[in-house]
């Protein structure tokens, strides 16, 4: 009863932000509001660039990449030199190499894969400057290239698709950094810390048991956490850590920042295309594979764990709590989690590695099904509309026509480009996936036995390639091996789709609009939906399902403990 | 390309500033300004109402079985198949029960967090003998006492019900305190 209210709640205020936030997404890429004008000006002025000169797709991309690779050097640099710099209470040392490379990538591609602990690895400075810093430009970039994806299917015959570096100083200066102060006071009030002090010593005059309790700048750094779809939290518990998510207001904050951005860019698509029934119809897909996936792990968490259960524990009332805070239980846990893998974010509030079988397959599907059900903040938007695209391509062969997506002809051309943006993330796990297993390197970081261990290593990559960040945390990542392989798989994800993607804009911005006519085979309605629905299944499914068959499917088979 | 790395570079530095510098302290002045409690972590003379500590059973109400070592946070990371997580369930089951504690699920596995403060009003029933039997405190005084610590779900429905362990033994101290006296 409880959880249905919570789910209802958080319905409606999607309806809300969807409705809103979208509207208001729409009026910061079309120059619609000026509110910070003067923050803009000295910038813009500083940067040396005109606010309103456009770029080429090919200008775009290239001030995109080049602006990602200069982050991941100071994000590394930044890591490498921790040792000697301010802020650093705990005095703890620089980074190892491979791990700071690792963790440059990972906050650069917006995934936040971590293979550390923040509360022994970084000092304050770092998670402060070098990686909270990232964790508002990187879903910034991710807006850049789903709003030059949107501006390519709604312009006619135009060789610009708009300019990098104001769209992501607007992203940042409007969209995230106002959206982050709000919700951070509501983390803090809450009872997530927020300070410079180092840590304290504390000893309980009762027990004479006593403690060390870091803490840090933590509450601010979740609510852009959540908020950018970024998943990289302060301490390693992650969002499980009573001082990151103390309550269970602060849960469904945390669920509704990381759903309100992707899910509010189905809006904005609509309203520039002009054709809002469109994003509609997107959202609809969204929200049948999210509720599909979110069934699945409510179902396997509440049936409870076989290694407790065959301990003779009853776990009829509570599900499996192993890896679960109290203070949220198993719904609210499974659907945290759920959120997080179904967007790119990957915060956890309780441990992956311990969900059911079911659940992890639940977990991992929304990763395997390319991050769409919203998806990463404009990740999930560009993804989408790829597969809207394979849809129209499928759809067009079956009835004999040249595809249409809202008026742009769909050719050869549009079609090798989304089919190869969306071939590079499967392909990329399963090769990255194969090697680990095969080899000793790989094989040594599994942390469970049988086919969990198996699960650890493709999950994994699963998260990486698709720039999530979550873990089957019991895998040992911070090795030469998963953090170079790792930091790989995450470019891969990430700008070898981004370039397919906008060269594809590029593309579709250059032609002109066909007229609708009675054989035009319409993209806003629930045909459409349907169609889109499938094949993003069934591309996902045949390409994962001899993996998964491997881990999840065998291990909730076989009734065993290992 | 020159005039891409230059302008990254200065860009990097502006956001370094507005998002790494200027944020977390215009945070941290609110935080300590309007939540000086909540945003240095709930600390009291006996420690965070929101970090677990051991209390050892039955002379306390015992939390979850974790170690509790907060430059440590994290869960266990064992599979719901595993047989480490049997053994261990079964290790902390027996015990309960030579406690005189009926195993429940939150008292034989570990959280998320390693840290988790809190346990389920069910956990605090499964005790409420054997802490009333080993402190020599009435099982009707007890109970109610463990019926006043729960919290109810924020708004009625966010989140679970549970009850701080740090809460409801400074509450079980106090009781034993008055019946000394």
């Known amino acids: 009863m409880q959880f249905t209210l919570t789910i209802s709640t958080l319905c409606i205020i999607l309806i809300f932000t969807w409705r809103f936030l979208g509207s208001y997404i729409t009026a910061v890429y079309t120059n619609k509001i000026n509110y910070l004008r003067a923050a803009e000006r000295l910038i813009f002025k500083a940067l040396n660039i005109d606010q309103f000169g456009e770029q080429s797709w090919q200008r775009y991309t290239l001030s995109l990449v080049v602006f990602s690779i200069v982050s991941i050097f100071i994000t590394y640099a930044l890591l490498r030199l921790q040792g000697g710099l301010f802020l650093n209470p705990q005095h703890l040392a620089g980074v190892t190499p491979a791990l700071s490379f690792n963790t440059a990538v990972s906050f650069v591609t917006n995934t936040n894969w971590q293979n550390y602990a923040g509360e022994t690895t970084m000092s304050y400075l770092s998670q402060m400057v070098s990686l909270s810093v990232q964790q508002f430009v990187s879903p910034a970039v991710g807006m850049c290239v789903a709003v030059v994806l949107i501006r390519g299917i709604a312009r006619r015959e135009s060789k610009t698709v708009g300019n990098f570096w104001v769209d992501l100083v607007r992203g940042v200066l409007y969209i995230f950094l106002p959206l982050a102060i709000v919700s951070g006071i509501i983390f803090v009030s809450q009872g997530a810390v927020q300070t410079l002090a180092g840590p304290i010593l504390i000893k309980n005059s009762l027990t004479h048991f006593s403690q060390t309790i870091p803490r840090g700048p933590v509450a601010f750094m979740e609510a852009i956490k959540e908020l950018g779809t970024n998943g990289g939290g302060f301490f390693n518990a992650n969002g499980s850590h009573p001082f990151e998510n103390p309550t269970g207001t602060t849960n469904l904050l945390s669920i509704v920042l990381m759903l309100s951005i992707p899910v509010a860019l189905t809006y904005t698509f609509g309203k520039m295309v002009g054709n809002i029934k469109q994003g509609f119809i997107l959202l609809l897909t969204m929200a049948i594979l999210f509720a599909g996936c979110l069934g699945l792990a409510l179902y396997g968490e509440s049936h409870g764990s076989i290694a407790i259960s065959s301990s003779h524990v009853s776990q009829t009332i509570s599900g499996n709590m192993e890896g679960k805070e109290v203070r949220f239980g198993t719904s609210n846990s499974a659907l945290y989690n759920i959120a997080s893998t179904q967007t790119s974010t990957g915060s956890v509030n309780s441990a992956n590695d311990s969900y059911t079988p079911l659940g992890t397959t639940a977990l991992i599907s929304g990763m395997m099904l390319g991050e769409v059900s919203p998806g990463g903040v404009g990740s999930g938007l560009y993804t989408i509309l790829l597969f809207a695209i394979i849809a129209v391509f499928i759809a067009g062969l079956m009835v004999g026509r040249t595809p249409e997506l809202l008026g742009k002809k769909i050719q050869a051309k549009e079609v090798k480009l989304a089919g190869l943006a969306i071939l590079i993330m499967p392909i990329t796990v399963l090769v990255f996936t194969g090697i680990a297993v095969a080899i000793h390197a790989g094989q040594s970081g599994a942390f469970n036995r049988g086919p969990q261990g198996f699960t650890e290593i493709l999950y994994a990559y699963t998260s990486q390639a698709n720039n999530n960040g979550s873990a089957l945390a019991g895998l040992n990542g911070n090795t030469d091996f998963y953090n170079i392989t790792g930091a790989i798989a995450m470019m891969l994800g990430r700008f070898a789709v981004i370039l397919p993607t906008t060269a594809l804009a590029g593309s579709l911005a250059l032609k002109k609009t066909v007229p609708n006519s009675l054989g035009t085979f319409k993209t806003d309605n629930l045909l459409f939906g349907g169609l889109l629905t499938g094949t993003i299944v069934l591309v996902g499914g045949l390409t994962f399902f001899p993996a998964l068959a491997l881990g999840p499917i065998v291990q909730s088979l076989s009734h065993k403990v290992f | ?181």
């Open chain 2, 1 to 181: 390309m020159l005039l891409q790395i230059r302008r990254s570079l200065i860009l990097c530095f502006i956001f370094i500033f507005l998002c790494g510098i200027a944020y977390p302290l215009i945070g941290t002045g609110i935080a300590q300004t309007f939540f000086h409690y909540q945003a240095n972590g709930e600390i009291t003379k006996n420690g965070s109402y929101l970090i677990g500590q051991n209390w050892t059973g039955p002379k306390w109400f015992q939390g979850r079985p974790e170690s509790d070592n907060a430059m440590a946070s994290g869960p266990s990371n064992l599979g719901s198949s595993s047989k480490q997580l049997k053994t261990s369930v079964q290790q902390s089951a027996s015990k309960l029960k030579r406690e005189g504690i009926q195993p429940t699920p939150d008292l034989v596995t570990t959280s998320g967090s390693g840290l988790d403060p809190d346990i389920s009003p069910q956990d605090a029933y499964a005790q409420v003998n054997a802490v009333s039997k080993y402190n020599h405190l009435p099982i009707q005084t007890v109970l109610s006492l463990v019926k006043s610590e729960i919290q109810q779900p924020q708004l009625g429905f966010l989140g679970s019900q549970y009850i701080n362990v740090l809460k409801l033994n400074t509450a079980l101290y106090k009781l034993e305190q008055s019946k000394n006296r």
